[in-house]
């Protein structure tokens, strides 16, 4: 059976059944400009009546029994396994990712709702203690409609990490995927959750613009905002959720160091920082942005780091086996090339074929220079140098963003102690920065994101749920008046 019929979905909107939208947009393949499809797009109208039947169905899902929904996240982590061929193909075509990074995402899509299923039977409170004769609790309930908005860059991963969860936990779930992706980020999951006997009116899908995320945020019967995407649009999220006095979770950019110590294997190492750096073309958040290598061993790390990328095929990955997609778009090569070209020395790469852009070296930079210390988003490796290991933790510390950390060491204790002295929501030692399991907290600090909010049972129900105090007496108080 055919799970992303074109002709079940084509210019329309989910929300338990599909309706018609008052405007569609076309599916685009990145590699080669082919048009794949067609896609409704909501207005802040659609949101609002998204809204209004989530909070309308929500309660009646949150007195199901959880053996029911967690039935549902079963059957739909049994959908993703099932129809991950077909997904691949999608995810490969309209967000330009190589075959190996698609069943990475359909992988993790489908362990997400394992996971999540688990949550549905998790212990949902406490017995606390209390001077009085009575019984008092503390109970996580369901937050209500929790809102999310994903990005176009891991679209299905970034999306069901948080519609998973927050469904099994009882809550109803309006998903603004980018626009660029709606069908592997946005239709995808509907059709999953239409197949698994998810009841009507608890998932709304929902691609947009700007209006559309901002209309979700503002609204008054979404309770909890799931974002993830750049620093620049999350800080206006957590603004505007801050005024309408609702919880808002924000995971979002990054520019990870990977350090290199002087005892590393050099030829691991290598292939770890080209790993960490041109994966799905560098568009992933905990992309290893700057390379800290020691530098008795730098010429040597920046002479192979560069042989390597030279030899990376880079084109089309749904036709040819290749290690490097396209970027997602025009706007997205014209800002890599920017910084690429704002300062230091390009040593390989530096150019492009369309939105095929060769893996890069850079050096000669510093601190200060563009491709160094902003998110490329891109397939650039910036690499610096260090004498000491004090200076490699100034080096690394020395960012805006807090998000993954990659030390590269023969001597594992080194490593760790050195992690414990670089702030970052995520540490790996003796692996590159790019990492994700749906049993593992996930989340960066300082401007990549508001803490681990994503991912493992007890960041999941901190997310999803709100805590309630009730007590109960067999008799009613008296009182002195």
Request: some cysteine; proline content about 6%.
């Amino acid at each position: 059976m055919t799970l992303l019929d074109p002709s079940t979905w084509t210019g329309r909107l989910f929300g338990g059944t599909w309706t018609r939208a008052a405007a569609t947009a076309p599916v685009t393949e990145p590699a080669t400009g082919a048009r794949l499809g067609t896609i409704g797009l909501a207005t802040p109208d659609d949101v609002a009546a998204a809204a209004r039947r989530g909070r309308a169905v929500q309660p009646e899902w949150a007195r199901t029994n959880f053996e029911e929904r967690a039935a549902v996240l079963r059957r739909a982590g049994l959908a993703f396994e099932q129809h991950a061929a077909e997904l691949h193909e999608w995810i490969m075509r309209e967000s330009g990712s190589i075959r190996g990074k698609a069943g990475f995402e359909t992988h993790i899509a489908a362990q997400e709702c394992h996971e999540a299923a688990a949550l549905a039977s998790r212990p949902i409170g406490e017995i606390l203690p209390s001077a009085k004769r009575r019984l008092s609790l503390a109970r996580r309930v369901p937050s209500g409609v929790v809102g999310v908005i994903a990005p176009f860059n891991a679209p299905l991963i970034l999306a069901i990490r948080s519609v998973a969860p927050a469904l099994a936990l009882g809550n109803a779930v309006v998903l603004k995927p980018d626009p660029r992706t709606a069908v592997c980020g946005g239709v995808a999951i509907a059709r999953v959750f239409e197949d698994a006997g998810l009841p009507e009116g608890l998932l709304h899908v929902l691609p947009g613009g700007p209006d559309v995320g901002q209309a979700l945020v503002a609204d008054p019967d979404v309770r909890v905002i799931s974002f993830t995407g750049s620093t620049a649009a999350g800080r206006k999220v957590g603004e505007a959720a801050a005024r309408h006095l609702k919880r808002a979770h924000l995971e979002l950019g990054g520019n990870s160091a990977l350090i290199v110590l002087d005892d590393a294997d050099l030829d691991r190492a290598v292939s770890a920082g080209a790993w960490g750096s041109y994966f799905h073309q560098g568009q992933i958040c905990m992309t290893a942005g700057r390379h800290l290598v020691h530098a008795s061993v730098a010429a040597e790390y920046v002479g192979k780091l560069a042989a390597k990328a030279a030899a990376l095929p880079v084109g089309d990955p749904f036709t040819q086996d290749v290690a490097l997609g396209p970027l997602i778009d025009a706007g997205q090569r014209d800002k890599v090339h920017a910084l690429v070209g704002a300062g230091g020395e390009v040593v390989t790469g530096g150019t492009y074929d369309g939105l095929f852009y060769r893996p890069t070296v850079l050096t000669g930079l510093t601190p200060g220079s563009p491709a160094y210390a902003q998110e490329v988003f891109g397939p650039v490796a910036p690499v610096l140098t260090f004498r000491d290991e004090d200076e490699a933790v100034a080096l690394a510390t020395g960012s805006e963003y807090g998000l993954s950390l990659s030390i590269l060491t023969r001597d594992a204790m080194r490593g760790l102690d050195l992690a414990e002295r670089i702030p970052t929501g995520i540490a790996h030692v003796n692996d590159q920065t790019v990492d994700d399991e749906a049993v593992a907290p996930f989340g960066g600090v300082a401007h990549s994101g508001t803490g681990s909010r994503f991912g493992g049972a007890a960041a999941n129900v901190e997310a999803f749920t709100e805590t309630r105090w009730i007590t109960v007496q067999g008799a009613i108080e008296t009182y002195p008046f």
